[in-house]
C-alpha cells in the first residue's frame, strides 16, 4: 500500500486542492489512469462518496480498494489494471459506472478546423450532448465552446449538480471543452459550469447547441435522441425540390401556436404538437393555404416575447412536447400537402443570465461595445457576425431545421436591424463601418454565406426576409451581388394599403395612389404580401377594427380588402384570427374567438378567404404575375373619383387571364365600363359582395366584351360593381 501523499506524485499541492475545489483548468492531467513506473495510478474525484471499488470490466469482480487520497473525495489506487470500472458507494445508492477520465479526445481535428473557421454546418451533430456509443460504451459526449473560461464542467441530475464532479477538457486550438460521460442517455438534464478567466463562478449555463430544452419556466438543457425520426415524406421532399422557384402559390397562415385554441376546461392550456397536428393541420387545409408558417418555436424563455427573443436556437420549445413530437407534425403537414415555414431569429437574443450573454465571462456571442452589441428596442444582445464561430453557429442552426427536421422555409426576423449600424439609433450611439459608413458589412456576409449554404445543401427550401426598408437586391442570387434570399415581405404595400382602407371611403379618392403605387416596384424583388401579427397587436386592433363604417361595412371592406390583396401580386400571408375577421386584437395571452363562427357573417369571410386560396391555387393566370411584370396589367389605375381598381392578371402565354375589379365605395356601380385586351365572354369566379360572404349578393354572371374601346384596349366589358367589392372574371373564349 502506498502511502497517500505517494498516490498524489507528481502532482502540485496547488493543483489538488484546485481539483478538489473545482477550480482546475486540466482535470485530465490528474483523473483517470496514469502510468507510474511499470504499474497505473487510478484517481477518481468524488465528493461526497463513501468508498470506490475497482472492478473487473468483464467479470464485475473486485480487483481494488480505492483509497481517500484527499478529503476532498480525490480517491487514488495503484493497480496492474489497464481497464476498469467503477464502483461507487454513496450514502444512500451504489453506483456502477466507467470512468468518464479513461476516455481519450472526443471531437476530431477536423471538427475542431471546421468550427472554428465558422463552417461546421453540422453542430447540433457535433457539440452539445450527443448521445453514442465509445469503445463499446453507451453514454453522452458533451462538447461546448467557452475559449475564455479557466474551467468548464457539466452538471445535472447525474452528478446532483456539482460542478467538481465532471470538469471537462479543453481542446485548445478551437476553445472547446469536452467529456464523455459513460451510461448516461437521452432524457437528462444538465447545463455547463463555468469559472471565467478571473475565477469568478458564473450562473450555470444552458447548453447554445441543445436540441431539447425544458419547458419555461425551466431552464435546464435536455439530451435528446440520437435516433433518427422515421420520416414518411419522401414524395413531398421530391415534389418540393422541383418547385422551390416559387412559381406556383403561396399561401400562408401565420401562427402564434400559444393562442391558437386553448382549452378552457384544462386550465386554458395551449395544445401540443400532437393536438395541434389532429386540428391545425386539417384546420389550414380546409382554407386551402399551401403553408403554415410558425412564430419561432425555438426555445425561448419569455412568453410574451412570442418566442423573438429565444436562447436555444436548436431545440424546438418544450411547451408542446418533445422533438420527436415536432418532427411528427412537421410529417403530418406534409401529408397533408401543407409546407411548415419557422420563423427564425439570428439578430438577437436575450440577456438571461443563464443563456448566451458572457457566455464564459466574455462577449462571447455578442459585441463588447454596446454601441454595436445592444439593441435598445428589445433590450436584447446583437450577434457578433464578424466572428466566424458565430456565424457558423446560426448558419449550423439553420440547416438543424431545414435538414434535421425537414421544414420547408425560414423566415429570417428583423434582418434591416442586422443590415444597418444606425439602426435605431441616435448619433454617437453606433460605430461606423471601416468606411465610415452606416451599413453593417459583417451581417452582409452572413447572410450571402447563409443563402449560399442553404441553397447548396438545401435546394428544395425556401429563404424569406422581414427587411422594412429598400435595402437593394435582398432577392438578388449572391452571385450577382445580392444577399440571396427568395422572397421578402412587401412591408410597404401593407402599411400603404392598411393606411388606404382604414379612411372612410368619402376621403379614399384622396388616396388612391396607395393602391397603386406597390406596383411601381413589385418587380424589384420577389415579394410576399404580408398581414402578420405585427398589424394586429399593440393597440393597433384587429383587421376588422380598422375599417370604417358600420358593421356591414367593415366586414364589406375586409372581404374587398382580401380579394384585392389576392388578386395583387405577390405571395400571400395572413395571420390567425383575419380568416374568421376577428373583432379584438391578438392577444398572446388568449386565443382567437372561435365562437365568431356562430355567426353567418364571420363563417362567410372565413369560406371567403378558402374559396381565394383555392382560386389562387387553381388558377396560372393568378400566380405568374407573382414574379414576372409580364404577367400584370392595369386595366384602372386613375379612377380616383369612385375608387375602382382593375387589375388584369394573366398567365405566361396569355391563354388564362384574370380580371379584377375593386370598388372601394359603399356605392353600387352599374354599367361600369372596363377595357380588356381580348374578345369574348368572361365569367366571374368570385364576388366578395356574395350572399354566402356575408354581402349583398349583386354582381355579375357572364359578361361579353363589346367593341368599345377603353382604358387603351380594344374590348371593354360594361360590369356590375357591388358596393365595397372586389370581382374577379376569368376569360372564357373568344366570340
Known amino acids: 500500500m502506498l502511502e497517500r501523499l505517494d498516490l498524489l506524485q507528481g502532482i502540485d499541492h496547488d493543483a489538488v486542492t484546485a481539483l478538489v475545489e473545482g477550480r482546475h483548468g486540466d482535470p485530465f492531467a490528474v483523473l483517470g489512469a496514469h502510468p507510474h513506473a511499470d504499474r497505473t495510478i487510478v484517481r477518481v474525484l468524488m465528493p461526497g462518496a463513501i468508498g470506490i471499488d475497482l472492478l473487473d470490466p468483464s467479470s464485475g469482480a473486485v480487483t481494488a480498494h480505492l483509497d481517500l487520497a484527499h478529503p476532498g473525495g480525490l480517491f487514488a489506487v495503484l493497480t496492474d489494471q489497464p481497464r476498469y470500472r467503477l464502483r461507487i458507494t454513496w450514502p444512500d445508492a451504489v453506483q456502477e459506472t466507467e470512468d468518464p477520465y479513461a476516455f481519450g479526445p472526443l471531437l476530431g481535428d477536423l471538427d475542431l478546423h471546421l468550427f472554428s473557421q465558422g463552417t461546421h454546418y453540422s453542430l447540433g451533430r457535433t457539440f452539445g450532448a450527443r448521445v453514442t456509443e465509445i469503445d463499446g460504451i453507451q453514454g453522452v ?48 438534464r444538465y447545463k455547463f459550469e463555468i469559472i471565467d478567466a478571473s475565477g469568478h463562478l458564473l450562473p450555470q449555463k444552458a447548453d447554445p447547441v441543445a436540441r431539447a430544452s425544458e419547458a419555461a419556466p425551466a431552464t435546464a438543457s435536455i439530451v435528446a435522441s440520437a435516433s433518427p425520426y422515421p420520416w414518411t415524406d419522401d414524395d413531398w421532399m421530391r415534389r418540393k425540390t422541383e418547385t422551390r422557384d416559387g412559381e406556383a402559390a403561396i399561401s400562408v397562415y401565420e401562427v402564434h401556436l400559444e393562442s391558437w385554441l386553448r382549452i378552457a376546461e384544462d386550465g386554458n392550456r395551449s395544445l401540443d404538437w400532437i393536438e395541434f397536428s389532429q386540428r391545425l393541420i386539417p384546420y389550414a387545409a380546409r382554407l386551402g393555404f399551401t403553408h403554415i408558417e410558425l412564430l419561432p418555436i425555438m426555445e425561448y424563455p419569455f412568453g410574451g416575447s412570442w418566442g423573438y427573443q429565444p436562447l436555444g436556437l436548436f431545440a424546438p420549445t418544450g411547451r408542446y412536447g418533445t422533438p420527436e413530437d415536432f418532427a411528427y407534425f412537421v410529417d403530418r403537414c406534409h401529408a397533408s400537402g401543407i409546407g411548415v415555414i419557422l420563423d427564425w431569429v439570428p439578430a438577437h437574443f436575450p440577456t438571461d443570465v443563464w443563456g448566451l450573454a458572457r457566455f464564459d465571462g466574455t462577449a462571447l456571442y455578442e459585441h463588447e461595445d454596446p454601441r454595436e452589441g445592444f439593441h435598445k428596442d428589445w433590450n436584447t444582445l446583437i450577434y457578433n457576425f464578424g466572428r466566424n464561430e458565430v456565424k457558423g453557429f446560426l448558419i449550423a ?21 442586422m443590415l444597418y449600424r444606425d439602426y435605431s439609433r441616435e448619433a454617437g450611439e453606433w ?26 445543401r438545401c435546394p428544395n427550401v425556401l429563404m424569406i426576409a422581414e427587411e422594412s426598408t429598400a435595402w437593394p437586391g435582398v432577392t438578388q442570387p449572391v452571385e450577382q451581388g445580392g444577399l440571396g434570399f427568395d422572397f421578402k415581405w412587401n412591408m410597404g404595400w401593407m402599411h400603404d394599403t392598411l393606411h388606404y382602407v382604414q379612411d372612410d371611403p368619402v376621403y379614399r379618392r384622396y388616396n388612391h395612389g396607395q393602391m397603386t403605387f406597390g406596383m411601381v416596384y413589385a418587380y ?72 365568431l363562427l356562430d355567426r353567418p357573417e364571420h363563417a362567410g369571410i372565413q369560406r371567403l378567404v378558402g374559396d381565394l386560396n383555392r382560386l ?26 369612385h375608387s375602382v381598381f382593375g387589375m388584369l392578371r394573366l398567365n405566361e402565354d396569355r391563354t388564362s387571364m384574370i380580371l379584377a375589379v375593386s370598388n372601394m365605395t359603399p356605392v353600387p356601380r352599374h354599367g361600369y365600363r372596363v377595357g380588356v385586351p381580348v374578345d369574348g365572354a368572361w365569367e366571374e369566379v368570385f364576388n366578395s359582395d356574395a350572399g354566402v360572404y356575408g354581402g349583398s349578393n349583386l354582381g355579375n354572371i357572364e359578361v361579353w366584351t363589346e367593341p368599345h374601346p377603353a382604358h387603351g384596349k380594344p374590348q371593354s366589358l360594361s360590369l356590375t360593381l357591388p358596393p365595397l367589392s372586389t370581382i374577379l372574371l376569368r376569360w372564357q373564349s373568344k366570340a
Open 141 to 188: 459526449r458533451f462538447a461546448v465552446w467557452a475559449p475564455n473560461a479557466r474551467r468548464v464542467s457539466v452538471v445535472g441530475d447525474f452528478n446532483a449538480w456539482d460542478g467538481r464532479r465532471n470538469p471537462m477538457r479543453l481542446r485548445p486550438s478551437a476553445g472547446v471543452w469536452e467529456i464523455f460521460i459513460p451510461r448516461l442517455g437521452k432524457g437528462e
Open 397 to 417: 442552426s439553420a440547416l438543424e431545421w431545414l435538414e434535421e427536421y425537414h421544414v420547408d422555409a425560414l423566415r429570417v426576423d428583423a434582418v434591416a436591424s
Open 431 to 456: 460605430i461606423p463601418n471601416q468606411y465610415g459608413g452606416r451599413e453593417n458589412l459583417e451581417a452582409v456576409e452572413f447572410f450571402k454565406h447563409l443563402n449560399s449554404i442553404v441553397h447548396q
Open 524 to 595: 424589384s424583388e420577389r415579394f410576399m404580401l404580408p398581414l402578420s401579427h405585427d398589424e394586429v397587436v399593440h393597440g393597433k386592433g384587429s383587421l376588422l377594427g380598422k375599417m370604417p363604417g358600420d358593421a356591414w361595412q367593415k366586414l364589406a371592406n375586409l372581404r374587398a380588402y382580401f380579394g384585392f390583396m389576392w388578386a395583387h401580386p405577390g405571395k400571400k400571408l395572413l395571420f390567425m384570427g383575419g380568416e374568421i375577421a376577428q373583432e379584438t386584437e391578438w392577444n398572446h395571452d388568449g386565443s382567437i374567438v372561435w365562437d
Open 616 to 641: 389562387y391555387a387553381a388558377e396560372p393566370a393568378l400566380q405568374y404575375g407573382d414574379l414576372h411584370p409580364q404577367g400584370f396589367d392595369w386595366a384602372v389605375s386613375d379612377d380616383a373619383e
